[in-house]
Nanobody, 124 residues
Framework: QVQLVESGGGLVQAGDSLRLSCAAS????????MGWFRQVPGKEREFVAA????????YYADAVKGRFTISRDNAKNTVYLQMNSLKPKDTAVYYC?????????????????WGQGTRVTVSS
């Protein structure tokens, strides 16, 4: 499995931007499709964005499309989530995840490794 560590969360105001980072350990990072999920208390963890192994393909949840951008740097074993025009409803703990499968994944069950999460709070 891949070990993942997220960073970059914080408290911001509506309309601000944040960039989350997820550093991965292990030599197989470039072989893993990656994803970002988020979770608020009392709700299930939901899909946010995913990226293919090479980074050429991406996919987004409708709620973040046009505002968030997922990217990766395989040389640095890092995946990013650029979040612009943040809204209070984006408040959540954000998790990075790695899949051992092929192609972009949107289901939690398709991911094998998870980070500990980083909290994002957007005030109105």
């Amino acid at each position: 499995q891949v070990q993942l560590v997220e960073s970059g969360g914080g408290l911001v105001q509506a309309g601000d931007s944040l960039r989350l980072s997820c550093a991965a350990s292990g030599r197989s990072f470039s072989m893993n499709p990656m994803g970002w999920f988020r979770q608020v208390p009392g709700k299930e963890r939901e899909f946010v964005a995913a990226i293919s192994r090479s980074g050429t393909s991406t996919y987004y949840a409708d709620a973040v499309k046009g505002r968030f951008t997922i990217s990766r740097d395989n040389a640095k074993n890092t995946v990013y989530l650029q979040m612009n025009s943040l809204k209070p409803k984006d408040t959540a703990v954000y998790y990075c995840a790695a899949s051992s499968g092929l192609g972009i994944k949107t289901l939690r069950t398709n991911y094998d490794s998870w980070g500990q999460g980083t909290r994002v709070t957007v005030s109105s």
